[in-house]
Every structure is written in structure tokens, then in C-alpha cells.
């Protein structure tokens, strides 16, 4: 239990409590029961499926449920469906965790189903060129949206960063990288002590620079501008000096290539 | 001297034996994924207070073992729950510290932890396929209790946590992953059984571990995040496999654990004010007796049970707490 406040309740209104729960937990062992002895008797059915959409809602941690959940649909939903109805149906699952997510940003069981759903997104709708990759292009960039939205709501979730990385990582249709780089700089802008996007920063920086796509002598003088910025800003604050001893730490390496290279064509 | 300066242990240990008493409250029933952890939680942080009794040894055991998944071949975290790992080392935990672990299959066990290896050395949580640092210390630890972790292939799972390392020496949940205090630990405690710690950035690390310490006392589990008890252990069992539990103030750390103890019915919460659970019981527990509390049991920082057991078992790895206080 994270951040939940101790309230001092008297004995009568613990008790009250108490009583009002009885109807609620009655069902909710009923529900749990019952779904619990459908998926030992390997029932596949759409009610079932709809079951674990009931007791989802009110519990998104119950693993066994989302597994029985993925059951559902491998064995019963998915065999007589079209691809067509097949990405309909991950799009609403997508769409029914959305709501859940935003309740329990931090529920690992959400986000692991997400990237099921996204696993199992058949290519199509066409048999070629860029209508393939039509559906799961479709998934991917709302993915991306979603987890925008998330990292707006709480912009250190580390879930959400976590999925992030994902999805950019898995996209039908890669993103240029620099996108990336820009993304951050907005996240920083908005709050410079947020380390998260300092350290999403720094692997985007380095896959940039190792793959020569950016210069890094002249990135880091850039760099080094912002995080002085940032310094003035709060001068107490961890996030941007951990970043600061990443620059020059990594700045040693480039910079030496830099200057050998540059030896190099002097002596040419 | 106030209740907050002292560990009221006769209330903990009250607090954690009442646990099983909630049938009446929804949010018990709403907890049933974690029970096997609970169970756990609770029995070590008794261990640890010299309270041992205070469970049922063989109720304790006919939970662990109704939980068993005879599909997979492994525990659920309740009855007619699916296998996890993270249920799994739980109750292989539990098992061993009530000298039990003849009641399963441990071939059997061992193979089902095995198979969720991946090809790029990280370990997922059950058939479904998340993968987590996590899982690897789960697997590593739990291999290790079974006397079957000659059956791992130790360089392809350390090279994956080699690629989970950071600039700042921490460690995330996955490859690229932002460095945060309970991975550090699982990635660490994972390294410390296979007998890899040169594979951590010790000075950098044990430095990103201390920074975790806040002017209150309490320790976060990333930068500028707010502090919280259940860091008290990730924190310090890292650096006490490290061998630098004096980097962090243990007098204000201490003090911040007690401050979060719920004086009237026990139990010790995220951070003063707030409601007890037995998570943060236990971690707040393992904390203190690491900080060299006095009158508690030594709790071993790498497997997270009692150290006399670990010995016992012939497991032992060179960490160091901070010298147990007489008074």
C-alpha cells in the first residue's frame, strides 16, 4: 500500500463499514468462484470472456483472471474470427485497458496485457505494401499516444517509460530516433527534475552517436548549455547533475575520437 | 521515551498474526494474488523479531501447499491460482525456513523455473512472457535454495543483467531501463549468488545507492522521488552486499523507519501517517536489522531470510551489516 493515509475510524463506523462490505465481498467471491471453476473446466466461451471483464473491473491484479482472459480469446475467440474481427477485438481490449489504466497507472497486469494484445495484432488489413502494416500501425501510434497521455499524468512512471521504450522499439514502421530526442526535450522543458527523461535522453543520445547520425562534440556544447540552464533553475536538484556527470563522462570518449580525428587530418 | 523511538515488536508480531483474521474485509479477499508473498512477508519479519511461533508451522505449510499448480509444475500465489515466480520463490522460501522442502518435487520445480529462461538470458514471470530483472533474481535465488542452480547457464543470464546497467552503475527493470533502488537490489543480490559482482560499477553504484538518502532520514528509490520504508531494504541490502552500509546515516534512517510504525494496532506503513501493510512491515524490519537494531535476528541481505539459515544451508556470500547494538 503506497500513500494511503491512516484515518482514525471509531469502532462504530468501522463496523458500519464492515457491514456495507458483506454484500460486495459475497459477490465478489461468487464472480471469483465461478470464473475460477470455468477456466478448470476449460470453458472458452464468450460469457465467460465477459465474466472476466466484470471482475477485471473491479480487480485489474488478479494475474490468473487476465491469463484466463488470454486463454479465452487464444482458444475460443480467436479460431472462428477473421483476421478483420481478430484486430477488432485486440482494439477493444486495448480501449477496455486504457480505462483501467488510468484508475491504476502502476498495475504491471495492464501493461503486460497491452503488449500482448499488441503481440497477437495480425498484418493487414491488405496483402502487401503499406496496407500490411495498416492494423498494427494503427495499434502502435495510439500505443504511443496512450503512453503520452500516461507520462503526462505522472511524467516518472517508470511502467509507462518501460512501455514506451517498447513500443518505440517495436513499431511496424520505425520512427526516426531524433523524434525521440525532441520528446525529451519537451518532458525536461516541462519539468527539468525529471530524471526519467534525463535518462531516456542519454540512451538516445548515445544510440544517435553511435550510429553516427548526430556529432557529438557538437551535441554535447548544446548539451551543456541546457543542463547549465538547468542548473540555474535548481541548483539542488539530483536530476540534472546525475545527467551532468553522464556528459562529461561520455564527452571524454568523443571527444578524444574528435581530436584524434582531427590529428589525424591536420597530419594529412 | 515515546512509542515512535522503539520497535514495538509484541505489536508487530500481533499485527501480522491478526493478518489472516480479515475474512470480513473486502480488501482481503482483494489481495488473494499476493497471499503467498504476504505469507512470506510475514513470516520472515517474525523470524527476524525472534517470533517465529507465531504462525502455525503446518497451516503455514497446507497454504503453500494447496497453492500448488500441478499443470505447471509450480505455486500460484492462492489455491486454483496460475504459477508465477514470484509465488514460487515465496513459497520455496517458506518451505525452507520451516525445513520443509521435501513436501515438493524440487526436480520438477527446478525445470519449471528453468523453462522460462529466454533466449537473451532474462527470465519471464510465467508462460505469458513479461520479462523483468526481477524474475531473474527470483530464479537465481530460488535455483540456489533448491540446490539446482548448477543447471543455469550463469554467463547467458549475467550478460542480460550486464546489459541492464546504467552510466549511474544502477540498473533498471529491463534493457534501457531507468536505474531504480529495488532493481539495483534484485540485480546485485542475482549477481552476489552467481558469484559475479565484478560485473558491478562499485564506487559508482554504492555513490547512486547513498544519494538515495534524504535530509528526513529516509531513503527514495530514484532521484527526486519521495522516500518510502520499503527502500530502507533495496537500498541497504545493496550496499551491504557491497560492503558499504556505513555511506548511509543509520541513526536518521533509523529514526524514519520507527516514525512509520502504526502505534496503536501495529504494523509499519510506506511513511509516517499512512496505513500499515505487511510489505512494508517486513521491509521495514529487514531494514532495522540490518542498521544493527538491537534484539533483532540477523536477516542475510542477498537471499532476505534469516542469515542463521542461509549459513546453515552453506549459502553464505561475504556481505556486511552494520555490528548488532546491545542496547
Redesign the interface.
Not at chain 2, 531494514?287 to 542469515?307: E, F, H, K, N, R
Given at each position: 500500500m503506497h500513500g494511503v493515509k491512516r484515518v482514525g475510524q471509531s469502532k462504530e463506523a468501522l463496523g458500519a463499514k464492515k457491514q456495507r462490505e458483506q454484500a460486495k465481498i459475497k459477490d465478489y467471491l461468487a464472480l471469483t468462484d465461478d470464473l475460477l471453476s470455468r477456466k478448470k473446466d476449460k470453458d472458452w466461451s464468450k460469457e465467460a470472456f465477459d465474466l472476466t471483464t466484470r471482475l477485471l473491473q473491479v480487480n485489474p491484479e488478479f494475474y490468473t483472471i487476465w491469463n484466463y482472459r488470454r486463454s479465452i480469446m487464444l482458444n475460443g475467440l480467436f479460431p472462428p474470427s477473421s483476421p478483420e474481427e481478430i484486430n477488432s477485438l485486440l482494439a477493444s481490449e486495448l480501449s477496455m485497458t486504457t480505462a483501467a489504466l488510468k484508475a491504476h497507472p502502476k498495475v504491471y497486469w495492464i501493461w503486460n496485457h497491452r503488449q500482448w494484445c499488441l503481440e497477437n495484432v495480425p498484418e493487414g488489413p491488405g496483402q502487401d505494401g503499406a496496407d500490411f502494416h495498416g492494423w498494427r500501425k494503427a495499434n502502435w501510434d495510439r500505443e504511443l499516444y496512450v503512453v503520452e497521455k500516461m507520462l503526462d499524468a505522472d511524467a516518472r512512471n517508470f511502467l509507462a517509460w518501460n512501455y514506451r521504450r517498447y513500443v518505440l522499439a517495436s513499431m511496424p514502421i520505425q520512427r526516426p530516433k531524433v523524434s525521440e530526442l525532441t520528446y525529451t526535450t519537451r518532458k525536461i522543458e516541462t519539468n527539468f527534475s525529471n530524471f526519467s527523461a534525463w535518462h531516456q535522453r542519454s540512451k538516445v543520445y548515445t544510440s544517435l552517436w553511435d550510429s553516427g547520425s548526430l556529432d557529438p562534440i557538437k551535441c554535447q556544447e548544446e548539451e551543456f548549455e541546457l543542463v547549465r540552464n538547468a542548473m540555474y533553475t535548481d541548483p539542488n536538484d539530483q536530476s540534472v547533475w546525475m545527467y551532468h556527470r553522464w556528459l562529461v563522462g561520455s564527452g571524454k570518449l568523443y571527444i578524444t575520437v574528435g581530436a584524434l580525428r582531427q590529428l589525424n587530418s591536420t597530419a594529412l | 521515551m515515546s512509542s515512535e523511538s522503539q520497535l514495538l515488536i509484541p505489536l508487530h508480531v500481533s499485527y501480522i498474526k491478526a493478518l489472516g483474521d480479515n475474512k470480513?474485509?473486502?480488501a482481503y479477499?482483494?489481495?488473494?494474488?499476493?497471499r503467498m508473498n504476504a505469507i512470506y512477508w510475514g513470516l520472515t519479519a517474525l523470524c527476524i523479531m525472534g517470533h517465529k511461533e507465531a504462525l502455525d508451522r503446518q497451516e503455514t505449510i497446507d497454504f503453500v501447499m494447496s497453492c500448488w499448480d500441478e499443470d505447471a509444475g509450480a505455486f500460484?500465489?492462492h489455491p486454483?491460482?496460475?504459477a508465477?515466480i514470484l509465488s514460487t520463490l515465496s513459497a520455496i522460501q517458506i518451505l525452507v525456513t520451516h525445513d520443509a522442502l521435501d513436501m515438493i518435487d524440487v526436480p520438477r520445480v527446478a525445470k519449471y523455473i528453468l523453462s522460462l529462461q529466454q533466449p537473451s538470458g532474462v527470465f519471464a514471470g510465467?508462460s505469458?512472457?513479461?520479462t523483468d530483472t526481477r524474475f531473474i533474481y527470483c530464479a537465481v535465488n530460488a535455483l540456489s535454495l533448491l540446490g539446482h542452480l548448477s543447471d543455469l547457464d550463469v554467463e547467458k543470464t549475467v550478460s542480460y543483467i550486464r546489459r541492464c546497467k546504467?552510466?549511474?552503475g544502477g540498473f533498471?527493470?529491463?534493457i534501457?531501463?531507468?536505474?531504480?533502488a529495488a532493481q539495483v537490489f534484485v540485480c546485485v543480490a542475482a549477481l552476489a549468488i552467481l558469484d559475479k559482482l565484478d560485473e558491478v560499477d562499485q564506487q559508482t553504484l554504492s555513490w547512486w545507492l547513498a544519494?538515495r538518502q534524504l535530509p528526513n532520514g529516509g531513503l527514495n528509490g530514484?532521484?527526486?522521488?519521495l522516500e518510502?520504508v520499503c527502500y530502507s531494504f533495496w537500498v541497504l541490502s545493496s550496499l551491504s552486499i557491497l560492503n558499504k552500509i556505513s555511506w548511509i546515516d543509520s541513526e536518521k534512517l533509523t529514526s524514519f523507519i520507527l516514525s512509520a510504525q502504526?502505534s496503536e494496532n501495529g504494523g509499519i506503513?510506506?511513511?509516517p501517517?499512512?496505513?500499515?501493510?505487511v510489505?512494508?512491515t517486513h521491509f521495514g524490519v529487514a531494514g532495522l536489522s540490518l542498521l544493527g537494531y538491537p534484539g533483532l535476528a540477523d536477516l542475510d541481505p542477498v537471499y532476505c531470510m534469516p542469515a542463521d539459515l542461509i549459513v546453515s544451508k552453506g549459502l553464505r556470500k561475504s556481505w556486511k551489516a552494520l555490528e548488532r547494538r546491545t542496547e
Amino acid at each position: 500500500m503506497h500513500g494511503v493515509k491512516r484515518v482514525g475510524q471509531s469502532k462504530e463506523a468501522l463496523g458500519a463499514k464492515k457491514q456495507r462490505e458483506q454484500a460486495k465481498i459475497k459477490d465478489y467471491l461468487a464472480l471469483t468462484d465461478d470464473l475460477l471453476s470455468r477456466k478448470k473446466d476449460k470453458d472458452w466461451s464468450k460469457e465467460a470472456f465477459d465474466l472476466t471483464t466484470r471482475l477485471l473491473q473491479v480487480n485489474p491484479e488478479f494475474y490468473t483472471i487476465w491469463n484466463y482472459r488470454r486463454s479465452i480469446m487464444l482458444n475460443g475467440l480467436f479460431p472462428p474470427s477473421s483476421p478483420e474481427e481478430i484486430n477488432s477485438l485486440l482494439a477493444s481490449e486495448l480501449s477496455m485497458t486504457t480505462a483501467a489504466l488510468k484508475a491504476h497507472p502502476k498495475v504491471y497486469w495492464i501493461w503486460n496485457h497491452r503488449q500482448w494484445c499488441l503481440e497477437n495484432v495480425p498484418e493487414g488489413p491488405g496483402q502487401d505494401g503499406a496496407d500490411f502494416h495498416g492494423w498494427r500501425k494503427a495499434n502502435w501510434d495510439r500505443e504511443l499516444y496512450v503512453v503520452e497521455k500516461m507520462l503526462d499524468a505522472d511524467a516518472r512512471n517508470f511502467l509507462a517509460w518501460n512501455y514506451r521504450r517498447y513500443v518505440l522499439a517495436s513499431m511496424p514502421i520505425q520512427r526516426p530516433k531524433v523524434s525521440e530526442l525532441t520528446y525529451t526535450t519537451r518532458k525536461i522543458e516541462t519539468n527539468f527534475s525529471n530524471f526519467s527523461a534525463w535518462h531516456q535522453r542519454s540512451k538516445v543520445y548515445t544510440s544517435l552517436w553511435d550510429s553516427g547520425s548526430l556529432d557529438p562534440i557538437k551535441c554535447q556544447e548544446e548539451e551543456f548549455e541546457l543542463v547549465r540552464n538547468a542548473m540555474y533553475t535548481d541548483p539542488n536538484d539530483q536530476s540534472v547533475w546525475m545527467y551532468h556527470r553522464w556528459l562529461v563522462g561520455s564527452g571524454k570518449l568523443y571527444i578524444t575520437v574528435g581530436a584524434l580525428r582531427q590529428l589525424n587530418s591536420t597530419a594529412l | 521515551m515515546s512509542s515512535e523511538s522503539q520497535l514495538l515488536i509484541p505489536l508487530h508480531v500481533s499485527y501480522i498474526k491478526a493478518l489472516g483474521d480479515n475474512k470480513d474485509d473486502l480488501a482481503y479477499h482483494m489481495t488473494t494474488h499476493l497471499r503467498m508473498n504476504a505469507i512470506y512477508w510475514g513470516l520472515t519479519a517474525l523470524c527476524i523479531m525472534g517470533h517465529k511461533e507465531a504462525l502455525d508451522r503446518q497451516e503455514t505449510i497446507d497454504f503453500v501447499m494447496s497453492c500448488w499448480d500441478e499443470d505447471a509444475g509450480a505455486f500460484g500465489a492462492h489455491p486454483d491460482h496460475d504459477a508465477h515466480i514470484l509465488s514460487t520463490l515465496s513459497a520455496i522460501q517458506i518451505l525452507v525456513t520451516h525445513d520443509a522442502l521435501d513436501m515438493i518435487d524440487v526436480p520438477r520445480v527446478a525445470k519449471y523455473i528453468l523453462s522460462l529462461q529466454q533466449p537473451s538470458g532474462v527470465f519471464a514471470g510465467d508462460s505469458f512472457g513479461e520479462t523483468d530483472t526481477r524474475f531473474i533474481y527470483c530464479a537465481v535465488n530460488a535455483l540456489s535454495l533448491l540446490g539446482h542452480l548448477s543447471d543455469l547457464d550463469v554467463e547467458k543470464t549475467v550478460s542480460y543483467i550486464r546489459r541492464c546497467k546504467n552510466f549511474d552503475g544502477g540498473f533498471g527493470a529491463r534493457i534501457g531501463a531507468e536505474s531504480h533502488a529495488a532493481q539495483v537490489f534484485v540485480c546485485v543480490a542475482a549477481l552476489a549468488i552467481l558469484d559475479k559482482l565484478d560485473e558491478v560499477d562499485q564506487q559508482t553504484l554504492s555513490w547512486w545507492l547513498a544519494e538515495r538518502q534524504l535530509p528526513n532520514g529516509g531513503l527514495n528509490g530514484r532521484p527526486e522521488k519521495l522516500e518510502d520504508v520499503c527502500y530502507s531494504f533495496w537500498v541497504l541490502s545493496s550496499l551491504s552486499i557491497l560492503n558499504k552500509i556505513s555511506w548511509i546515516d543509520s541513526e536518521k534512517l533509523t529514526s524514519f523507519i520507527l516514525s512509520a510504525q502504526e502505534s496503536e494496532n501495529g504494523g509499519i506503513a510506506d511513511r509516517p501517517g499512512d496505513m500499515p501493510d505487511v510489505f512494508h512491515t517486513h521491509f521495514g524490519v529487514a531494514g532495522l536489522s540490518l542498521l544493527g537494531y538491537p534484539g533483532l535476528a540477523d536477516l542475510d541481505p542477498v537471499y532476505c531470510m534469516p542469515a542463521d539459515l542461509i549459513v546453515s544451508k552453506g549459502l553464505r556470500k561475504s556481505w556486511k551489516a552494520l555490528e548488532r547494538r546491545t542496547e
